[in-house]
C-alpha cells in the first residue's frame, strides 16, 4: 500500500506514534521517526527493526522539537537527506495535562496548544514547503482526537487544541488541494497507550481510584477491549495512501463507535 513511499512521524518513540511507524514498514514503505526522547526512540528503533525483520536503512530516527522550526527544518532535511525523498507526515507528537478548567493555569493552556496545535502547523508548513521544491504531492495525517468532538470533563485545554486540530485539516486540504496535498486526520478514543494510563493516574488522584483499575474501564464500549496502537496506524497508512484520494479534510472517528459524528 505504501510501496516505496518514505513517511516522517512525531512522537514516535512510543504508544501511537510507534503504532504507525510498524503499520508504514507493514505497509512496504520507509518510516522517520522524530522524538525528543532520544533514548527511548532508539529503543523504538531496535525494537521495529527486531519485530518486523526490514532492512536498518528503512528506519531513521532523528531528534525532533516540534515547536520549534528550526528543530523541524533539521529534522526533515536529515530525513530527506537519508532517504533521497519524504512523501508522507503523520503529525502525531501531543501532550496532555488534565485538571477541572477553573484551575487550570494559563501556562498548562498555552503547553498542550503550543505543541498540539502550533507543533502541527509547523510541521505542516514546513513538510509542504518540500514538497512544493521537490515538484511533488504528498499525504498528510494529523492526530486529532474524539476529545476534540466531544469535550470530556477536566481536559478543557486538551480538547480545544484537538478541535483546532480538525479545523486546521479542513482548511489545509483545502488551501492544499491544488498542490496535490492530502489532508486529513484521526480522532482516537482509548488506545492502549503510556498516556492512556497517565489520563487514568491523573483521575485517579482526584478521585481515589486505582489508576490501574481505572484504566481498564476506559475502553470503547462497543469494542470491550483498548484499541491498540497498531490498528491507529494500520488505519492512518491508509489515509497515506492513493487509495484514499477521495478522503480530504476528513476527521475520522477510530474510537471503537464511542462516537457518533
Not at 474501564?217 to 483498548?226: K, S, Y
Amino acid at each position: 500500500m505504501l510501496d516505496g513511499k518514505v513517511v516522517f512521524v512525531t512522537g514516535a518513540a512510543r504508544g501511537i506514534g510507534l503504532g504507525i511507524s510498524q503499520a508504514v514498514l507493514e505497509a512496504g514503505g520507509r518510516v522517520a521517526m522524530g522524538d525528543l526522547d532520544a533514548a527511548n526512540l532508539e529503543e523504538a528503533r531496535k525494537q521495529l527493526l527486531l519485530e518486523t525483520g526490514k532492512p536498518e536503512a528503512d528506519v531513521y530516527t532523528t531528534g525532533l522539537n516540534v515547536t520549534e522550526e528550526s528543530s523541524v527544518g533539521r529534522a526533515l532535511s536529515a530525513a530527506e537527506k537519508h532517504f533521497g525523498q519524504l512523501d508522507g507526515l503523520v503529525n502525531n507528537a501531543g501532550v496532555i495535562r488534565m485538571g477541572p478548567n477553573i484551575d487550570t493555569r494559563v501556562e498548562d493552556w498555552n503547553f498542550q496548544f503550543e505543541v498540539n496545535v502550533t507543533g502541527t502547523y509547523i510541521c505542516c508548513n514546513a513538510f509542504a514547503a518540500r514538497l512544493d521544491h521537490a515538484g511533488r504531492g504528498g499525504a498528510i495525517v494529523n492526530l486529532a482526537s474524539n476529545a476534540g468532538k466531544v469535550g470530556y470533563p477536566n481536559m478543557a485545554a486538551y480538547n480545544a487544541s484537538k478541535a483546532a486540530i480538525i479545523s486546521l485539516t479542513r482548511t489545509l486540504a483545502a488551501e492544499w488541494a491544488d498542490r496535490n496535498i492530502n489532508v486529513n486526520a484521526v480522532c482516537p478514543g482509548g488506545v492502549n497507550t503510556p498516556m492512556l494510563m497517565d489520563v487514568a493516574k491523573s483521575i485517579g488522584e482526584r478521585t481515589g481510584e486505582d489508576p490501574e483499575a481505572l484504566v481498564k474501564t476506559m475502553v470503547p464500549a462497543q469494542l470491550g477491549r483498548h484499541i491498540q496502537p497498531i490498528e491507529i496506524g494500520r488505519t492512518v497508512v491508509f489515509l497515506l495512501s492513493d487509495d484514499a484520494a477521495i478522503i480530504r479534510g476528513q476527521s475520522i472517528n477510530i474510537d471503537g463507535g464511542d462516537t457518533p459524528y
